[in-house]
């Protein structure tokens, strides 16, 4: 009986907890109020809101938002923008200048990445750059010269690089093969481009001492 209590309530706590987390990320992944955003056709040009956690919104007026142009130029509020999935790409000068912009996560739909997207981002210390990226335009990221940056290459399939894309980036670069780390070395003199692992969740499971349990044959009778 004492066990089966103790059960329950682990599972009640289990629960309880489980329903705080998925609260809490459909609180995250709410988007920004639309009506704070400029746009023409497919691409947000603007936003003129006073929030500084940003999430993209999918759509505006029924209509499927893909791009990003100017977006946050020269703006000196937004500290983290969340880009959600369907964006495929940010054209010129999408966050240039963010003078407090910290935080950037672009989706693994993004597909390209125009010319100096986050050049002069001084407070920048987080962004990825995703699977399916191939080239890294020029100046993208000159003027980051947060020393606490970390740019995420996720992309190990780059094979062009612009004109002065690192310059002055004394943060670090983290590439995920050989051939990133030599590419990107060569164009990010200042900044610590780092090799790191890819890493996939553990599938291997820890047996609980076999000592502990009670049996019966091949049936488990009892937990001690």
């Known amino acids: 009986m ?11 706590t289990v629960m309880i907890i489980s329903s705080l987390s998925v609260s809490s990320i459909a609180e995250a992944t709410d988007s920004t109020d639309p009506s704070y955003f400029t746009y023409d056709g497919s691409t947000i040009t603007g936003y003129t809101g006073t929030e500084t956690d940003i999430v993209l919104p999918t759509e505006i007026n029924g209509t499927k938002m893909t791009e990003m142009s100017g977006t946050f ?12 999935e369907g964006y495929t790409s940010l054209s010129n000068f999408a966050f240039r200048n963010a003078a407090s912009l910290k935080k950037v996560s672009l989706p693994n739909s993004f597909e390209s990445i125009s010319s100096q997207c986050f050049r002069d981002c001084t407070s920048l210390e ?11 335009t020029s100046y993208a990221f000159r003027g980051c010269t947060n020393p606490d940056l970390v740019i995420d290459i996720q992309s190990t399939s ?12 004394v943060g670090t670069i983290k590439v995920y093969s050989q051939e990133m780390y030599d590419l990107i070395s060569a164009k990010a003199s200042s900044a610590n481009v780092v090799l ?21 044959g091949s049936t488990i009778t009892g937990y001690t």
Request: proline fraction near 7%.
């Open 73 to 84: 130029y020269n703006n000196s509020s937004v500290v983290s923008v969340v880009v959600p």
């Open 126 to 136: 987080s962004v990825n750059i995703p699977e399916k990226i191939t080239s890294i």
């Open 196 to 216: 790191a692992e890819a890493t996939e969740p553990s599938s291997e499971l820890t047996t609980t001492d076999p000592s502990y349990f009670t049996y019966d």
């Open 2 to 12: 004492k066990i089966k209590k103790m059960i329950a309530g682990v599972l009640s």
């Open 158 to 169: 780059i094979t062009s690089i612009g004109s002065n894309p690192f310059t002055n980036v």
